[in-house]
């Protein structure tokens, strides 16, 4: 198993632009997480699903989209990226019968 | 969720047991100790998880204390492959989707 993964591992955007972050878990994990974390800090959650279909809000959803239209693959999507979200973004995945989640490699994302 | 409190920093000597102590006297019955590790610019590692038992695999033990306000996670023979930043984390698991990192212990193991 490749576990979760994680493309583009680098970006710079512009101020504006937009992007999705892609995660794919081969797994079969029913639930799949989308953290930020900014030097020096803790993870915070962006949003999460519980299930294709199904996606919820975490503590820093603003600016940021998701969708879950298959098990696999649970995309990220940045609108008008500002320097506040100069982050990396980690995605996670977890099956539904134990709650401890892994980890893809991370997105280094750098907004000027 | 409880909060936790770890030390900012800690170094072990390799091939000795690393003890990375976690205080949380705010624990409620139904909270879990989870741990997590990360190694520079790399995602987030499960460690070992536990709600009163010890409890031990592969890669560490977590030791309990009987009241349940501070836990103690070992690992017993720290290689330079453990330097990570260690998570001590306590949380309801039933129907709570959020795994709150705090700023964790950064683990120097000496050669």
């Known amino acids: 198993n490749a576990g979760v993964t994680q493309t583009p591992k680098f970006r710079i955007l512009k101020i504006g632009q937009s992007m999705t972050l892609q995660c794919t878990q081969d797994?079969?994990?029913?639930?799949m997480y989308w953290y930020r974390q900014d030097p020096g800090m803790g993870l915070k959650l962006i949003y999460y699903s519980v299930g294709a279909g199904i996606t919820d809000k975490g503590e820093v959803p603003n600016g940021y989209n998701v969708s879950r239209s298959t098990t696999e693959d649970f995309p990220l999507r940045l609108e008008l990226a500002a320097p506040s979200q100069t982050s990396v973004y980690f995605c996670?995945?977890?099956?539904?019968?134990?709650?401890?989640?892994?980890f893809g490699p991370g997105t280094r994302l750098t907004v000027t | 969720d409880a909060k936790t409190t770890q030390p900012t920093s800690m170094d072990c000597a390799e091939g000795r047991a690393a003890n990375l102590p976690c205080n949380h006297s705010?624990?409620?019955?139904?909270?879990?100790v989870y741990w997590y590790r990360q190694i520079h610019s790399q995602g987030p590692q499960y460690i070992i998880h536990?709600?009163?038992n010890n409890e031990t695999n592969e890669m560490a033990s977590l030791i309990i204390t009987e009241d349940r306000k501070s836990s103690t996670l070992i690992l017993p023979h720290a290689t330079l492959r453990d330097t990570a930043v260690y998570y001590c984390i306590v949380r309801v698991d039933f129907g709570n989707e959020k795994l709150t990192f705090g700023t964790g212990t950064r683990l120097t193991i000496i050669p």
């Open positions: 797994m079969n994990h029913n639930y």
């Open positions: 705010t624990i409620s019955g139904n909270e879990y």
């Open positions: 996670a995945s977890r099956a539904g019968f134990t709650y401890e989640q892994y």
């Open positions: 536990g709600l009163k």
